[in-house]
């Protein structure tokens, strides 16, 4: 089975500072990675993926993720953070390795991200 | 840029009554999905959906639920029996191709609220 942990509900930053909002996976094969993001009353917008190659994978909006396998961890970053970019952040897993029809994404619980003016 | 959409946006039933949460994938994807989040809580998966069946369904999915691709450009979710927990934002997803690594990308977004 695939699962993936979010382990801050809340996280706040300033104005201009780095933010990092966690994610760490558990799958039997190699993973697909994914985060979304979700604004208020909107649904899920793809922000990046990793699939294979260079661990750092660059996305949408400044957004960065780290993959690191040791870790098991696909950390979402960006170096200076905007008011605009608080919203509630998903990470998602899929198993590289599933048969077809294994398509689903497993989520994590969600992130809120506040980013204080 | 294409989108997924998603109709209506908001749906208020009466419990044991029957929806239908109707979905306009993105035009040139094969792949068909819908989650379902209950509100405070994670995205869930239900049911994926290719070639004209269900690939992949999950516990939730159950007998009072079905999918249906009635035309060549809808997607729906009909809940026969509506009960108070179906309460939730549905979610539609498409994807394009049958390499793995694509994305899914989601829709707007049903709020179904069943009294």
């Known amino acids: 089975a695939q699962s993936v942990a979010q382990p801050e509900d809340q996280v706040n930053v300033a104005e201009g500072n780095p933010l990092t909002v966690k994610c760490t996976y558990s799958?039997?094969?190699?993973?697909?990675l994914f985060w979304y993001v979700q604004y208020p009353n909107r649904g899920l917008q793809f922000l990046l993926k990793y699939i294979t190659g260079d661990n750092l994978v660059k996305g949408s909006y400044g957004f960065e993720a780290e993959f690191n396998k040791s870790q098991t961890s696909f950390h979402l970053k960006k170096p200076s953070a905007l008011v605009s970019d608080s919203a509630l952040y998903f990470c998602?897993?899929?198993?590289?390795?599933?048969?077809?029809?294994?398509?689903?994404?497993?989520f994590g619980t969600g992130t809120r991200l506040t980013i204080i003016p | 840029e294409p989108e997924v959409t998603q109709t209506p946006s908001h749906q208020v039933t009466q419990m044991g009554q029957e929806v239908i949460l109707r979905c306009v994938p993105i035009?040139?994807?094969?792949?068909f999905y819908w989650y379902r989040q209950i509100l405070g809580q994670k995205v869930e998966f239900l049911v994926s959906?290719?070639?004209?069946?269900?690939?992949?369904k999950s516990e939730i999915f159950d007998d009072q639920f079905s999918v249906e691709r009635p035309d060549g450009s809808n997607f729906t979710l009909k809940i026969r029996s509506t009960k108070l927990e179906d309460s939730a934002m549905y979610f539609c997803?498409?994807?394009?191709?049958?390499?793995?690594?694509?994305?899914?990308?989601f829709g707007p977004g049903t709020r179904l609220t069943v009294l």
């Open positions: 959906f290719y070639n004209n069946e269900i690939s992949e």
């Open positions: 035009s040139n994807h094969l792949y």
């Open positions: 997803a498409s994807r394009p191709t049958s390499g793995p690594a694509d994305t899914q990308y």
């Open positions: 799958v039997s094969g190699n993973p697909y």
């Open positions: 998602a897993v899929r198993d590289m390795g599933s048969n077809f029809g294994n398509e689903k994404l497993t």
